[in-house]
C-alpha cells in the first residue's frame, strides 16, 4: 500500500503544475486552440499528401546529395526522431509553459511547411529510398509511402521544436545532436534534398521567437 501511494505521489508535481498553469485564461486558450491544430493535422494530411503525391515537380541538381551513396536507414531515422519526441515530452511535462511552446511551435511550422509545400513542387532526388516510417503512415491514405513531403524537412523542424521549447540544458544539448543526426540521415536515405534540410532550423527558429516573444510572454 506505501509503494502504490508513493507512486501516485510522485505525480504530484505534474498535476499542481498543470492545475497552476491551467488557470491562466491565456494559457488555458491557446493550449485548447493550438492543440485542435495539431489534432486537425490528422484529419487534413491524408487528403494533402494525396495531392503532393498527385502533382508533378522539379528535380533538383543537389552537388551534396550526389556526393552521397543512397541507403536505406529508415529505422536509424525512426530512433533518433522518435527518441528526441520521447525525451522533449518527458521534459516538458513538468513545465507546461514549455509543453505549450513546443505545441505552438510545432503547429505553426506545420502551417507554414503546408504553405511551402503548396509553393514549391518537387520530385524525390535521385537515388530516393522510401522511408519507411509506420507512425507517418498512420496518416495517410492506405498507409501509402510518401515521396513528395519535401520543403522543408518535416523530420528536422519537429525535434527542433522539442529543442527550442525545452529548458534542461543537457537534454537540450541531446535534442540538438539528434536533430542534427536527422538532417543528415535523412540526406543519406536521399529523401530530402540538401536545402530541404538547411531551411527546416532557420523556419523553426523563426516559430520559435514569434511564440516566445508574442504569444507567450505573458504566460507563467
Known amino acids: 500500500m506505501k509503494n502504490k501511494t508513493n507512486s501516485f505521489s510522485s505525480f504530484t508535481p505534474v498535476k499542481q503544475a498543470w ?17 485542435a491544430v495539431v489534432i486537425g493535422f490528422a ?3 491524408p487528403y494533402f499528401f494525396d495531392y503532393l503525391e498527385a502533382r508533378d515537380g522539379k528535380i ?10 543512397p541507403k536505406d536507414i529508415s529505422w536509424t531515422v525512426f530512433f533518433f526522431l522518435y527518441s528526441g ?16 511552446i513546443g505545441l505552438e511551435i510545432y503547429a505553426l511550422v506545420t502551417l507554414l511547411r503546408i504553405t511551402s ?7 524525390p532526388p535521385p537515388g530516393y529510398i522510401a522511408l ?3 507512425f507517418v503512415q498512420l ?12 520543403f522543408f524537412s518535416g523530420h528536422v523542424s519537429t525535434i527542433l521544436a522539442f529543442y527550442f521549447s525545452v529548458g534542461q540544458k ?36 523563426a516559430c520559435s521567437l514569434f511564440v516566445k516573444k508574442s504569444l507567450t510572454k505573458n504566460i507563467l
Not at 19 to 35: C, M, N
Open 170 to 205: 543537457q537534454f537540450k544539448n541531446i535534442l540538438l545532436i539528434f536533430s542534427v543526426m536527422v538532417g543528415c540521415l535523412v540526406l543519406v536515405q536521399h529523401v530530402h534534398y540538401t536545402i530541404d534540410v538547411l531551411v527546416s532550423p532557420l523556419a523553426t527558429l
Open 85 to 100: 519526441i520521447l525525451i522533449g515530452l518527458f521534459c516538458n511535462i513538468l513545465k507546461p509553459k514549455n509543453f505549450l
Open 60 to 69: 533538383l541538381n543537389d552537388p551534396l546529395l550526389n556526393l552521397i551513396p
Open 139 to 150: 496518416f495517410t491514405n492506405g498507409g501509402r509511402l510518401i515521396s513528395k513531403d519535401l
Open 117 to 123: 509545400l503548396s509553393l514549391v513542387a518537387l520530385n
Open 19 to 35: 492545475s497552476h498553469s491551467w488557470k491562466q485564461p491565456s494559457f488555458r486558450v491557446q493550449f485548447i486552440f493550438f492543440l
Open 43 to 45: 484529419f487534413f494530411f
Open 132 to 134: 519507411k516510417e509506420p
